[in-house]
Structures are given as C-alpha cells and as structure tokens.
C-alpha cells in the first residue's frame, strides 16, 4: 500500500473525512448522524477496529498509525547456534537411509525427515527443512538414464571418425549405415485431432499386415539418403548396399563407411569383398572403400539414426496403413522429399534439421541420435 502513493492517498483522505465526521457526531455538530451507531452503520465498520486506529492517530499525531500494522513474526527467530545444530542433524538423518529410522523406502520425503527428527528431539517445520536443504544448494533430482559405451578402444575409435571427418576432401564421402527394424505394419498410437465425443483408440492385440527393415546409408557431406527394403539383417544385405553406394559414387575417389559393432558388419566376407574392391581399385583408378567402425555399444553417435527418429515420427507414429506396401509408399516418399530438399539446399548434415527430426544430423561424442520412443 505504502508503495503505490494513489491508493495512499485515498486511504487517507477516505480517514480524515471518517475521523471529521465522527468528532462531528461526538460533539453532536453532526447533521447526518443523531448517534455514533448510525456512524458505524453508515460507512459498515467495526467500531472496536475504528476506535483503535482514532485512538492510536489522535495519541501520536502521526497519519502513518492509521496503515495497518504488519505483525512480527508468529515463531521465534532461532540462534546462529540453534540454526547449525538444526542443519547438521537434517543433514546427519539425511545421509542415512530411510530404513534406518524404519521407513519402508529409498529416498527420503520431507515428512519422513520430520519424523526422524522428532525422534532424536528436534523439532523442525516442513518449510525450515525445505529451506535448510536449498540454502545447502541440494535438490530434487529425477536420474536419467544414458547411453554409455563400454568399448575399451572408445577414444580411438572416435578419434579415428573426427580426424576422418575433419580432412574430408570434395572428392570423399562419409556414410553413417544401418539398418531400421523390423518394424510390424500395425495401427499406432499417438497425439491427434478428434472431433467432440470421439476418442482415439489402439487396440492391444492386432495381427501384423507385414515387416519393414530399411537398410541405408547417410552421406553427411551431401545430406543424402541411399536406402532400401531387406528380408533380413545380414553380411549380404550390407554387401549390396556397399555394391549400390559405388555404383552412384564412381565420381568419387574413396569411400568411408560407419557403423555401429553390428556381427554383420564385421563379418570376414564383408572384409573380403571390401579388399576385392580396393585391388579393383588400385589397378582401375576406380572408387576406393574404407571402414570408420563406431565403438561397440555406440548407437548413439550414429547420425543416420538421427533420420530414422524423424522418419518414424513423421511416418510411422498415430499411422494405420492398411498394406506394407502402402508402408514402403510413405517412407519412400519421406526419403525422396528429404533429398530433393537438400539437392536444392546444399548444406553438410547438421546445418539444417529437415522435418521432424529430433536431433541434430551431424557427428558429434555428445550426440544421442537416437530416439528411444520411436525405434
């Protein structure tokens, strides 16, 4: 109130015209009021409240007395000492377990810790033990769950990626491989627009109308997708995919493939088509290939994952496609759109995010590309 000078004002206009009119009916000068009950009636006060602030105003002379008065406070301000032996014993039954004190729990509850303090004969408030953990710069925290690699040969191995990526010449590529499913053709769930009185529905057991296992391969320099449909995940699955990058990359000199520690992808006819290659290559002057392994357990550095998020989350979530056919429509359209869009907007992946995917589509060790929610 003291704040605003307005509403300050008024207050105390509002009172002397009060206190002007009831000395006027004291003193019977009052033309309005034949009695001080008819005063009070008027204007709806209470007349013990009215005579106390008239009383304090008239003894110290001072407006200020007749502001409301702010009380003190209703607890008693505890000692330095006092307010140290109260956070030593929060933070003693704090680093103990619940089940020591016979609470039937792992984590602690600001009521249990009032518990187990009145039973060592301290008493503290549920807002004195909040306030003694927050000035100690504790807080609640929910644990998440990473991704972690457990490969011994993490750090070279991606050292190995960066310093690939960071001498990359114009007449080189970089493909992130791997392979999305299977994934059954079913009715999915998801955020939509009902109209009033609908509600959406997934039922809980349905037949599958199919599987889809995408096999691809992410070109970072380009932003291009190369992608087809496999029966299984295998050795000659990712032998036709290398057979299809070097038929559309002959313009280029060398070609480096990464992926994650997959048994296919380490397989010794996979190496040995590979070496076939790179003798073709030596005695043609033709596209040479070599291998960028991620570390094993390291999904996660997978850009091209980054594309498969999207993809399921544009094309595959809140779907209902009557056909895998119809399946294999969408995705290729998806694919299709998202090259042409970088055909006309040349940019390495990561300097545009296309669509709906959720990260970034560049390679980086803080990356999680992929998506838990959609895989």
Same mark, same amino acid.
């Given at each position: 109130?003291? *704040?605003d ?5 008024n ?8 206190i002007?009119?009831?000395?006027a ?6 033309? *309005?009021f ?9 204007h709806?006060t209470c007349s013990?409240?009215f005579?106390k602030?008239y009383?304090? %105003?008239r003894t110290?002379?001072?407006t200020?007395d007749l502001f409301?008065q702010?009380r003190?406070? &209703?607890?008693?301000v505890k000692?330095?000492?006092?307010a140290?032996q109260a956070?030593e /014993?929060?933070?003693?039954i704090?680093?103990?377990?619940p089940?020591d004190f016979?609470?039937i729990? /792992?984590?602690w509850?600001r009521?249990d810790?009032q518990q187990a303090?009145k039973?060592?004969g301290?008493m503290l ?5 909040q306030?003694?953990?927050?000035e100690?710069g %504790?807080?609640w925290?929910?644990?998440k769950?990473?991704?972690t690699?457990r ?8 050292a190995?990626?960066k310093s ?14 791997d392979?999305?499913?299977p994934?059954a ?5 998801g955020? &939509?627009?009902v ?5 959406a529905?997934?039922p809980?057991w349905?037949?599958s109308?199919g599987?889809v296992i995408?096999t691809a ?8 997708v190369?992608?087809f %449909?496999s029966?299984?995940?295998?050795t000659a699955e990712i032998?036709k995919?290398?057979?299809l990058?070097l ?7 060398r070609?480096?493939?990464s ?7 380490m397989?010794?006819?996979? *190496? ?8 073709? *290559?030596?005695?043609t002057g033709s596209t040479?290939v070599e291998t960028?392994?991620?570390?094993a357990?390291?999904q996660?550095l ?7 998020s999207?993809?399921a989350r /544009?094309i595959l979530h809140?779907?209902? %496609?009557?056909?895998v056919?119809?399946a ?10 998202r090259?042409e869009?970088?055909r006309?907007h ?5 300097n &545009? ?7 970034t589509?560049?390679f980086s060790?803080s990356s999680?590309?992929?998506d838990p929610?959609?895989?």
């Amino acid at each position: 109130m003291r *704040a605003d000078r307005t509403v300050e004002r008024n207050y105390l206009r509002q009172w002397r015209m009060l206190i002007e009119q009831y000395e006027a009916v004291k003193t019977g000068r009052s033309a *309005a009021f034949s009695n001080v009950r008819d005063f009070y009636e008027c204007h709806g006060t209470c007349s013990q409240t009215f005579r106390k602030y008239y009383n304090r %105003y008239r003894t110290s002379g001072l407006t200020s007395d007749l502001f409301p008065q702010r009380r003190g406070p &209703k607890h008693r301000v505890k000692s330095e000492a006092e307010a140290t032996q109260a956070k030593e /014993a929060v933070f003693r039954i704090l680093h103990s377990p619940p089940s020591d004190f016979g609470f039937i729990r /792992a984590t602690w509850k600001r009521t249990d810790l009032q518990q187990a303090l009145k039973t060592i004969g301290v008493m503290l408030s549920n807002r004195d033990i909040q306030s003694i953990i927050q000035e100690a710069g %504790y807080r609640w925290m929910k644990a998440k769950q990473v991704l972690t690699s457990r490969d011994p040969e993490y750090c070279t191995k991606l050292a190995s990626v960066k310093s690939i990526l960071q001498g990359l010449r114009e007449d080189e590529g970089f493909f992130s491989i791997d392979e999305f499913g299977p994934v059954a053709d079913l009715k999915r769930g998801g955020r &939509k627009l009902v109209a009033p009185g609908e509600s959406a529905t997934v039922p809980q057991w349905q037949k599958s109308k199919g599987v889809v296992i995408i096999t691809a391969a992410l070109e970072l320099s380009t932003n291009q997708v190369t992608h087809f %449909y496999s029966g299984k995940k295998n050795t000659a699955e990712i032998i036709k995919l290398l057979d299809l990058l070097l038929a559309r990359n002959r313009h280029l000199s060398r070609l480096y493939l990464s992926w994650d520690a997959a048994s296919w992808h380490m397989s010794k006819q996979l *190496a040995h088509r590979i070496a076939s290659n790179n003798v073709m *290559a030596e005695v043609t002057g033709s596209t040479r290939v070599e291998t960028a392994p991620l570390p094993a357990g390291a999904q996660f550095l997978n850009v091209v994952e980054a594309v498969f998020s999207g993809m399921a989350r /544009a094309i595959l979530h809140n779907s209902d %496609y009557s056909s895998v056919g119809e399946a294999k429509g969408a995705i290729d359209r998806y694919f299709t759109q998202r090259n042409e869009y970088f055909r006309e907007h040349p940019r390495r992946a990561g300097n &545009k995010i296309w669509g709906n995917e959720r990260g970034t589509t560049a390679f980086s060790d803080s990356s999680n590309h992929k998506d838990p929610r959609y895989r």
